[in-house]
């Protein structure tokens, strides 16, 4: 019973030795705060993530939320840096400039999305309408599109993703009025872009959507050129040899594509600076590519 | 014994002291796990009606649509982000039925015959060798069982039921069955076991053979135990959620065709409840499936649980 005791004891200082040590000064940390827009919280986190690593004196928090209350904590000074997934307004702008914050763009990264079919499907491209009418459960069979007679399976990721809601902002948009479509019922949900891709590469009815970085390199599946309207060229986010198609992705010819923003007040100094510069640096690059994200090709380029 | 006496007392009081410490000790315990289930309880149902305040709670089942003639229509959909918010869990009962109710049907055939087997005809050395491996079953962690249908499955079962849908209802409830064969075959096997030898040796000395024993003397006198684990089987299936969010295909239909992809009620908990925004509606109808599941499943227990207790009042003649 005595030895027990005294192990226990022995036990409890060791704890409270290793706590005590454990616990960082928290008061000698720089903290940035940064919030806004859902769709890059993760690729914030992974940034945060490895710039905290080798810098263990600043502490970065990052909140979500949407890009509106990624602008709006900017305006009331309660974010210092806002993550934004399109450019401001000009109303917004001036909004801001009212409030006397000056807010400075810098591009952090590239998104586009690519829809994937079986590489059995004889279909190569579709217009944003189609896809659309395909999404929204208008149009449920391939023959309708020239292909064969198959209905159509939708894949689609979990409604919390962000690649769901761009591709229901941008895609779907708003039918007539001004009510915002929602994808067909029978759109099937996948939990996560690998088992989306396993589970078109293996339906030859199928069809999905995810970030282009992903799929560009999979011989199972097939990345579709995508026509902005009956007239328009086909464009794919791939080129022949498989790599990204940058410049129709840089340049917005490639429809399902765009840049995501950091917005500051005003040019950025001190550790505001040096955690932007290491978001464009090669390293802050590679991990957007990590994060199924398209990198920016030249690592400065603010605009 | 005059000295012996004080001493004795001591010890013996000192014996009281250490009984009744383990006997509260062993009463906390109890008590403590009932307080928990208790708690959980009340804490689904407290965060699935708070926001029930401006909220009808028949909106949980269907909405309302206005159509162009100014008749209204009944819209049973879960779309829970959209901007004109759907939040019916129809579809997810039904889903979470299309597979339950064709796993346990499977599990039925199956782990009733195994039971039977195990209990009636095995030898004693096979039954030690058999029933653990089919108690292993149970073992396998489900979401390796969900990647398998989901990999292996999936496929082989789009080529012999050339589905539409690949991911399907069906497919969840055979990757279901693996998990519920055992809970249905060990039940049945222990209430077949529990029936007293006399019954038997009365059945064989009337000349029946063992098939006439088995299937006039021993299933009828175990029926309500192998059901009780039927029960069991069920409320296991309704609850499970890692085999049917990967191989069920999650979409939230209204369909009751078992070859279509379907979503169940704990898929969508599971899919939703990470990434949903604290103290939306959206929130509290998650936390509102998650009522309607565990009063469910509460209730399935419970009434495995009482039929198991009225058949063993029955055996003891």
């Known amino acids: 019973m005595f030895i027990l005791k005294s192990k226990l004891v022995f036990l409890s200082i060791i704890l409270l030795f290793a706590a005590s040590c454990k616990n960082p000064q928290l008061h000698d940390k720089t903290v940035i705060t940064i919030r806004g827009s859902d769709t890059m919280v993760n690729l914030s986190q992974k940034w945060a993530e490895v710039y905290m690593k080798k810098n263990p004196k600043v502490s970065i928090q990052i909140t979500g939320g949407g890009s509106g209350t990624g602008i709006a904590a900017l305006l009331n000074g309660t974010a210092m840096l806002a993550n934004i997934s399109r450019e401001l307004k000009d109303g917004e702008i001036e909004h801001a400039r009212e409030l006397n914050v000056e807010p400075m763009k810098f591009r952090v990264a590239l998104d586009g999305i690519a829809l994937i079919v079986n590489p059995s499907n004889p279909i190569d491209s579709l217009t944003l309408i189609q896809i659309r009418k395909i999404f929204s459960g208008e149009l449920n069979n391939w023959m309708e599109l020239g292909g064969e007679d198959r209905?159509?399976?939708?894949?689609?990721?979990?409604?919390?993703?962000?690649?769901?809601?761009?591709?229901?902002?941008?895609?779907?948009?708003?039918?007539?009025?001004?009510?915002?479509?929602?994808?067909?019922?029978?759109?099937?949900?996948?939990q996560g872009t690998a088992a989306l891709g396993e589970a078109v590469s293996h339906d030859r009815s199928g069809i999905g959507y995810g970030g282009v970085g992903y799929f560009a390199n999979r011989k199972d599946l097939k990345i579709l050129s995508i026509k902005k309207d009956n007239n328009a060229l086909p464009i794919s986010p791939i080129e022949s040899d498989n790599n990204l198609n940058y410049e129709a992705i840089y340049n917005g010819d490639y429809s399902l594509s765009r840049f995501l923003y950091c917005y500051t007040n005003g040019t950025p100094s001190g550790e505001i600076k040096e955690f932007l510069d290491f978001i464009l640096s090669e390293e802050g690059q590679k991990i957007v590519a990590e994060m199924e994200y398209i990198p920016l090709l030249d690592y400065q380029n603010q605009l | 014994m005059d000295t012996q006496s004080p001493y004795a007392k001591k010890i013996s009081k000192r014996f009281r002291a250490k009984e009744k410490l383990i006997k509260y000790f062993f009463f906390l315990n109890g008590f403590v796990t009932v307080l928990l289930i208790l708690l959980i309880f009340l804490f689904l149902l407290k965060e699935s009606f708070a926001g029930y305040t401006d909220f009808n709670l028949s909106e949980y089942f269907f909405t309302e649509k206005t159509l162009a003639d100014g008749s209204t229509e009944k819209i049973f959909e879960w779309f829970p982000t959209s901007e004109d918010q759907r939040l019916s869990i129809v579809p997810l009962i039904l889903g979470t039925l299309l597979t339950a109710i064709p796993a346990t049907i499977i599990s039925t055939m199956l782990g009733v015959f195994v039971g039977i087997y195990l209990s009636e005809i095995a030898g004693s050395r096979l039954r030690e060798i058999l029933k653990p491996i089919i108690e292993?079953?149970?073992?396998?962690?489900?979401?390796?069982l969900g990647f398998f249908m989901l990999v292996v499955g999936a496929t082989y079962f789009q080529d012999v039921f050339f589905t539409t849908s690949r991911l399907n209802a069906i497919l969840a409830a055979v990757g279901l069955s693996f998990i519920i064969i055992p809970i249905i075959a060990t039940l049945t096997e222990e209430a077949l076991r529990s029936i007293p030898l006399e019954l038997r040796m009365a059945s064989y000395s009337l000349g029946a053979t063992k098939w006439q024993t088995i299937s006039r003397v021993i299933i009828p006198t175990a029926v309500s135990g192998i059901s009780a684990g039927i029960i069991l089987g069920f409320g296991r299936a309704v609850g499970e959620t890692m085999i049917v969010l990967m191989a069920s295909g999650n979409a939230a239909e209204l369909t009751l065709d078992v070859f279509r992809s379907v979503r169940t009620m704990t898929a969508t908990i599971a899919a939703e409840l990470g990434e949903v925004s604290a103290g939306s509606q959206h929130y509290f109808a998650l936390f509102f499936i998650g009522t309607v599941l565990f009063i469910g499943t509460f209730l399935l227990n419970l009434i495995a649980e009482l039929i198991i207790n009225k058949m063993r009042k029955k055996i003891r003649f």
């Open chain 1, 151 to 190: 209905r159509i399976v939708l894949y689609g990721r979990e409604n919390s993703s962000g690649t769901y809601e761009y591709f229901r902002q941008t895609v779907l948009g708003t039918a007539n009025g001004n009510q915002q479509l929602d994808f067909a019922t029978s759109t099937q949900v996948l």
């Open chain 2, 136 to 144: 292993l079953f149970a073992g396998i962690p489900t979401v390796v």
